[in-house]
């Protein structure tokens, strides 16, 4: 069983930061792929990005591009997202989750979800 605990969210100005957090606990073994997506109200929840747990993996949706970073600190169990260049469109909660079986950008294939932070961007 995992755990995930996100954090970090908040609200900004458009074209600020934020860097998000999930702290992980529980056994995380090298074949997780950790992920954030993000649902606005009345929308579905998107895949923003995902990073491997033992490799150089990442992949982002193409809205983030060149404006988000996932990273991941493994002696701290812990990944984050820092996100520049926010825009208003980028409001939303946003969730940390966990893949025990390799890389996947549909929700419905990760096995653990953090709580969510709410990120609202101003214009």
């Known amino acids: 069983q995992v755990q995930l605990v996100d954090s970090g969210g908040g609200l900004v100005q458009a074209g600020g930061s934020l860097r998000l957090s999930c702290a992980a606990s529980?056994?995380?073994?090298?074949?997780?792929?950790m992920g954030w997506f993000r649902q606005a109200p009345g929308k579905e929840r998107e895949f923003v990005a995902a990073i491997s747990w033992s490799t150089t993996f990442t992949s982002y949706t193409d809205s983030v591009k060149g404006r988000f970073t996932i990273s991941r600190d493994n002696a701290k169990n812990s990944v984050y997202l820092q996100m520049n260049n926010l825009k208003p469109e980028d409001t939303a909660v946003y969730y940390c989750?966990?893949?025990?079986?390799?890389?996947?950008?549909?929700?419905?294939?990760?096995?653990?979800w953090g709580q969510g932070t709410q990120v609202t961007v101003s214009s």
């Open positions: 989750a966990a893949r025990a079986r390799g890389y996947s950008n549909s929700a419905r294939h990760y096995d653990y």
């Open positions: 529980g056994r995380i073994f090298s074949s997780y792929v």
